[in-house]
C-alpha cells in the first residue's frame, strides 16, 4: 500500500516529518496528542492550504478534504470546511484527533451520551470558541462526540490529524433531545 499525499507545501511537509516522528515516539493516543499540539498550532499559522481545500462543495454546508492518509489508514490528516452560519450535525469520531482551526471562528460544543429511565439522552459538556490557531482534542469516549459551528463571515476550515481514516467510515450522527443515532458519512470532497 502506498501514503496518499494530496498536498504538497513545505510548511505541510515539515509538519508531516514532525507529526510522524511523534506518532512514532508515543504509542498511547494522549501522549500523541499532546506531542501534536504544538507543530499543529506552529502549521495553522502558515498559509499552506491552497484555495480548493477551503471550498465548500457539499449541500449540507460542510466538505471534507483528504490531505495526507498513512498506508495502513491508521493517520489521516483532513481539512473540514464548513459555510458560514451553518451548524454540524452532532457527530462521533470513534477515533483519537487533534483539530485546528486554519481560517474563520467557530463554537464547537462537546457532548456525552447517557442513559437516564431507560432512555438514551446527550448532555452538553463543553463549549469552546475557537479562532485562527486555537486547538481541540477528541478523545472517545468523553471528548468524541461534537457539533461544529461556524460563526465568521468566510467557511471555518479546520485541520485534524486522525488515528484514523473518518472519510472511508461510517460514523453516527445524534439527536440532541432523543439522544437516538443515525447514520453519518462524510466522504471526502477530493
Not at 11 to 33: H, I, K, S, T, Y
Not at 110 to 118: A, I, T, Y
Not at 174 to 188: I, N, P, T
Amino acid at each position: 500500500m502506498t501514503t496518499d499525499l494530496l498536498l504538497e507545501h513545505r510548511a505541510f511537509d515539515a509538519f508531516l516529518r514532525e507529526a510522524q516522528g511523534v506518532l512514532n515516539r508515543a504509542r498511547e493516543p494522549e501522549q500523541r496528542l499532546q506531542g501534536l499540539i504544538s507543530p499543529l498550532q506552529h502549521l495553522l499559522m502558515e498559509d499552506f492550504l491552497a484555495p480548493e481545500f477551503k471550498a465548500v462543495s457539499d449541500d449540507r454546508g460542510y466538505s471534507q478534504y483528504l490531505l495526507y492518509r498513512s498506508s495502513d489508514r491508521s493517520v489521516a490528516i483532513v481539512a473540514l470546511a464548513v459555510a458560514p452560519r451553518v451548524k454540524m450535525p452532532i457527530h462521533d469520531h470513534d477515533t483519537w484527533g487533534v483539530t485546528g482551526l486554519y481560517q474563520g471562528s467557530q463554537v464547537s460544543r462537546v457532548f456525552r451520551q447517557e442513559e437516564s429511565r431507560g432512555r438514551l439522552k446527550l448532555s452538553q459538556t463543553r463549549k469552546q470558541k475557537m479562532k485562527s490557531g486555537d486547538v481541540a482534542l477528541i478523545l472517545p469516549p468523553g471528548e468524541d462526540l461534537r457539533m461544529v459551528e461556524a460563526k465568521s463571515n468566510i467557511p471555518a476550515v479546520s485541520i485534524s490529524v486522525l488515528g484514523a481514516d473518518i472519510g472511508c467510515e461510517r460514523r453516527r450522527t445524534f439527536e440532541k433531545r432523543s439522544g437516538h443515532a443515525g447514520e453519518f458519512a462524510l466522504e471526502y470532497s477530493n
